[in-house]
C-alpha cells in the first residue's frame, strides 16, 4: 500500500513564497521518481517540476524555470517544491506524483506515467 499526501498550499500573493511538501508512505524499498504537477481550471494537468532517486537529476517545465525548485530526502521520504516569485497563473492545484522508474529513467512528463497520486493541494496566487 503506497499513500502520497501534500501539504503546504494556500493563498498568497503575487511575489511571495510558498512551499509545498510530499510524503510518501511505502514500507518496501523501491526506487522512484517524484514529480510535480498542476491543474488550473479548464485545463489539462501539466508537468512542473521532477526529481530522479538520487536527486541528481532534476526538470522544469520552462514557466517555473528560475523560480521553482525541486528537493527530496530519501531518508524521509519526502520531496519539496520551493516556489518563488509566484505569479497568478501559478493559481492551480498541485499533485505530487511517484513513478516507480529504474534508476537512470528520464523523468517523464506525462501524467500517465506516475503509478501514484496524492489528493492535491490547492494553490491561489492573487495579483
Known amino acids: 500500500q503506497v499513500q502520497v499526501v501534500e501539504s503546504g498550499g494556500g493563498l498568497v500573493q503575487a511575489g511571495s513564497s510558498l512551499r509545498l511538501s510530499c510524503t510518501v508512505s511505502?514500507?518496501?524499498?523501491?526506487?522512484?521518481?517524484m514529480a510535480w504537477f498542476r491543474q488550473a481550471p479548464g485545463k489539462e494537468r501539466e508537468f512542473v517540476a521532477g526529481?530522479?532517486?538520487?536527486?541528481?537529476?532534476?526538470n522544469y517545465v520552462d514557466s517555473v524555470k528560475g523560480r521553482f525548485t525541486i528537493s527530496r530526502d530519501n531518508a524521509k521520504k519526502t520531496a519539496s517544491l520551493q516556489m518563488n516569485s509566484v505569479k497568478p497563473e501559478d493559481t492551480a492545484v498541485y499533485y505530487c506524483?511517484?513513478?516507480?522508474?529504474?534508476?537512470?529513467?528520464?523523468?517523464?512528463?506525462?501524467?500517465?506515467?506516475?503509478?501514484?497520486w496524492g489528493q492535491g493541494t490547492q494553490v491561489t496566487v492573487s495579483s
Open positions: 506524483a511517484v513513478d516507480f522508474a529504474l534508476p537512470g529513467t528520464p523523468i517523464r512528463l506525462s501524467p500517465g506515467e506516475y503509478e501514484k
Open positions: 511505502i514500507r518496501t524499498f523501491t526506487t522512484y521518481v
Open positions: 526529481i530522479d532517486w538520487t536527486g541528481d537529476r532534476a
